[in-house]
């Protein structure tokens, strides 16, 4: 199906970003702490580090969704029968798919408030934009709630869909 081949790609290319970023990042901490030893602090990483963090994540959660890379502790539900198994799977995923639905509506109205009241996170040299951590958090939401949809049907109707690998 063309939109799963469009939503696998994205969150592919998002978690590779994000891993990029992430990588990036450390090198700003890094950095950061070598010149605070020396008295030169790089001002503002601590806001750049807070939203990049939230970035990262919400960037990273549609690939975990649809990998199957999400924390599930299953150790119980393996002890019931195969049946009773695809009914508390199924469950959770729809699960899933509610709470980042219900994320995905409550993240809308500030990431578009936040976006046009310009709004910055730190105050002197530096400031950081809020809304592209805002942004991201509806991004994330919204393709971690279509791919728990999606992993819903699957299990549900036993549908054949391709495994997503990177």
């Known amino acids: 199906m063309f939109l799963i081949r469009i939503t696998d790609w994205l969150t592919?290319?998002?978690?590779?970003?994000?891993?990029?970023?992430?990588?990036?990042?450390?090198?700003v901490s890094l950095t950061d702490i070598i010149l605070r030893s020396t008295s030169i602090p790089?001002?503002?990483?601590?806001?750049?580090?807070?939203?990049?963090?939230?970035?990262?994540?919400?960037?990273?959660?549609g690939y975990a969704v649809r990998s199957?890379?999400?924390?599930?502790?299953?150790?119980?539900v393996l002890m019931f029968p195969k049946w009773v198994q695809k009914i508390l799977t199924?469950?959770?995923?729809?699960?899933?798919?509610?709470?980042?639905?219900?994320?995905?509506?409550?993240?809308?109205?500030?990431?578009?408030r936040s976006f046009l009241r310009g709004e910055f996170d730190g105050a002197g040299a530096l400031q950081v934009p809020v809304w592209p951590a805002r942004w991201a958090i509806v991004v994330g939401a919204g393709l971690g709630g279509f791919n728990y949809i999606l992993l819903s049907l699957v299990e549900i109707f036993g549908l054949r869909i391709e495994r997503m690998d990177l």
């Not at 970023?21 to 450390?26: D, G, R, V, Y």
């Not at 601590?46 to 939203?51: F, G, M, S, Y």
């Not at 199924?90 to 578009?112: D, Q, S, T």
């Open 12 to 27: 592919k290319t998002l978690m590779i970003i994000g891993a990029i970023w992430a990588f990036c990042l450390c090198f």
């Open 42 to 61: 790089i001002s503002g990483t601590k806001e750049i580090v807070a939203n990049s963090v939230v970035i990262i994540v919400f960037m990273q959660v």
């Open 68 to 76: 199957g890379s999400m924390l599930r502790a299953d150790f119980l």
């Open 90 to 112: 199924a469950f959770g995923l729809i699960l899933g798919a509610v709470f980042f639905v219900y994320l995905l509506n409550a993240a809308v109205e500030p990431a578009m």
